[in-house]
């Protein structure tokens, strides 16, 4: 299960709670990442190899909870990527802030020429 971060915390908590104005980003990305991001944002982000953060979508919440609505396909990698331990979601394509985060059941090493897949589905956020 994804969590969020402080950055996404103290947003929600100053919208709801303190009647300050968050402006999302309009367009959501998923990162890739060679350690635990965790809710600071200070994990290691994949980076060379023809790396760049993906556009993703969710799906209409239901009960608090949503997820992924198609897959994310990365670019074909152009060497041997190092292994992937977590994936997050940034509000930018380059820089920006970590909204939320997720750890990978099984760690994923993308070789040369070969793609990394976020399947439909499998990304999901759930607000309890």
Same mark, same amino acid.
């Given at each position: 299960m994804a969590q969020m ?7 929600? $908590? =100053? &919208? ?6 968050? @402006?999302q980003a309009g367009t ?10 965790? =809710?600071? +944002?200070? +994990? ?11 556009? $993703?979508?969710?799906? @209409? ?20 990527? @190092?292994?992937?331990? &977590?994936?997050? $979601?940034? =509000? @930018?394509?380059?820089? +920006?802030?970590?909204?939320? &985060? ?9 070789? =040369? ?6 399947p439909a589905g499998q ?6």
């Amino acid at each position: 299960m994804a969590q969020m971060s402080d950055f996404l915390e103290n947003k929600l $908590i =100053d &919208h709801v709670f303190r009647n300050t104005t968050y @402006a999302q980003a309009g367009t959501v990305y998923l990162a890739l990442f060679t350690s635990d991001p965790t =809710d600071a +944002g200070t +994990g290691t982000e994949m980076t060379g190899g023809g790396y760049a953060r993906q556009p $993703i979508t969710f799906a @209409a919440p239901t009960d608090g909870a949503t997820s992924n609505e198609a897959d994310v396909v990365f670019p074909a990698a152009t060497g041997d990527w @190092a292994a992937v331990t &977590h994936v997050g $979601i940034m =509000d @930018a394509a380059t820089a +920006g802030n970590l909204v939320m &985060h997720q750890v990978l059941t099984n760690p994923v090493t993308v070789l =040369d020429t070969n793609n990394f897949r976020m399947p439909a589905g499998q990304f999901t956020l759930t607000f309890a």
